[in-house]
């Protein structure tokens, strides 16, 4: 491994923490400690020099590429395009030590003030009030009046200003774990990781679900061979991307059990999923529907046939969304959904959440609690329950 010429270094005291000076192969280099506890610092500092002269240390010439590349090829670790696009395209051959709280905050404002961001903003926000100005209508409701279409107006643009920044902070989020896995492996300090300018009170959430009452308009409208895809995602809160590969091999001989792999579950772990009530009866239909005909083992399970387009068509019949069939562009209520009506609706039946998460593959408590968004409805029967106690 690379030797390097090292001096002594030593310490220096700037306010109440200590910082550490080291001369590297010439060049004169200043970390913080983050400590005002002069032992302590002198340990840091030979840490530093330490580490220094054996090589594990790039200094302050590392850039950003280099820690991009050990990040997603030594760690393994995966980054959605988008993000990796925008982080390459500003920190393009910057060093690390350059990437500052001000260099983070000029990222931010980057970022969103690019010609495509903006134009994606204007038009979700024209989508998002249309939307909600059509559930504020429906059901024949009279018109709006000045002062609550201005608030439909304000709240939504709240709504998707803080999506934006929500997506901002998922970039900046990524750049943090990647000076966090640098300070694992040892490749830098943990005082050399800047301090990340996250937006807090970004709460752009969905809240979407399905009302049974709603479920059953969009059955009415939704064509019948969709009919066991949609209750079945409706129970399971399966995403509808995973569902649609489910086959008929993953059910067992005596067609009791739905043996779901890991690779399509949402934490990656295999589940099993019973198909039979105790008293014997089916719980889907296609269980039934599995007994009546021999099915091929790949043979998908559900028929999935135009299902994006025949739900964005009843949600738009129902005021549940709004469809533009010209554009392709689509607002409101998505088969995702599923997922937080079958989260919210198990919590609702006092199902434990351990036992719900385990159905639902959410593994940490925080993201279940994102999917299980308790309705006025629910909160109401709690308090009756405890009243008539």
């Known amino acids: 491994m690379l030797q390097h010429e090292i001096s002594e270094g030593f310490l220096r005291k700037v306010g109440r923490n200590y910082f550490m000076i080291l001369t590297i192969d010439g060049q004169r280099q200043q970390r913080r400690t983050g400590t005002a506890v002069e032992v302590k610092a ?9 580490q220094a002269k054996s090589g594990v240390v790039e200094e302050a010439r590392l850039r950003y590429e280099a820690m991009r590349d050990e990040y ?33 905050d000029e990222f ?12 994606y903003r204007n038009e979700t926000l024209a989508k998002e009030i249309s939307l909600r100005i059509q559930k504020a209508t429906s ?64 709460d752009n959430k969905r809240r979407g679900y399905l009302d049974k009452e709603d479920m059953d308009k969009l059955l009415k409208i939704l064509p019948g ?33 739905l043996h779901v792999p890991g690779e399509l579950t949402k934490n990656g772990e295999d589940f099993t999923l019973p198909l039979m009530y105790r008293d014997g009866m089916p719980m889907f239909d296609f269980v039934t529907d599995l007994k009546k005909s021999v099915r091929q083992p790949h043979e998908p399970i559900f028929d999935t046939t135009d299902f994006r387009g025949q739900w964005r068509q009843a949600c738009a019949k129902l005021g549940l969304g709004i ?3 010209e554009t392709q562009v ?16 198990m919590i609702k039946a006092g199902i434990p959440q351990a036992v719900a998460m385990a159905i639902s593959g959410h593994k940490t408590d925080s993201m279940f ?6 309705d006025k409805s629910a909160v109401q029967e709690a308090f009756e329950v405890l009243a008539s106690k």
Request: with cysteine; proline share 3%; net charge positive.
């Open 42 to 50: 002198a340990e840091m500092l030979e840490d530093w020099k330490a």
């Open 108 to 119: 931010r404002t980057w970022r969103e003030s690019l010609a495509q961001v903006v134009e």
């Open 330 to 345: 689509y607002r409101g209520l998505r088969p995702h959904d599923f997922g937080r009506t079958a989260c919210r609706n």
């Open 323 to 325: 469809d533009n069939p």
């Open 139 to 202: 059901n024949g409701r009279k018109k709006l009046s000045p002062g609550q279409k201005e608030k439909i107006e304000e709240e939504a643009t709240t709504w998707v200003d803080n999506g934006v920044k929500a997506t901002t902070n998922r970039r900046l989020t990524v750049l943090r774990a990647m000076f966090n896995f640098l300070v694992k492996r040892g490749t830098i300090q943990k005082t050399d990781v800047p301090s990340f300018p996250i937006a807090n009170n970004v």
């Open 369 to 374: 609690r994102r999917y299980a968004i308790m």
């Open 225 to 257: 061979y969709l009919h066991p895809f949609v209750r079945f995602l409706y129970a399971t809160g399966m995403r509808s991307g995973q569902a649609s590969q489910l086959t008929w091999d993953m059910v067992d001989a005596k067609v009791t059990e």
């Open 72 to 104: 997603i090829q030594k760690g393994g670790k995966q980054v959605q395009e988008s993000i990796l696009r925008d982080l390459n395209m500003f920190f393009k051959n910057i060093r690390i030590s350059a990437i500052t709280v001000k260099k983070l």
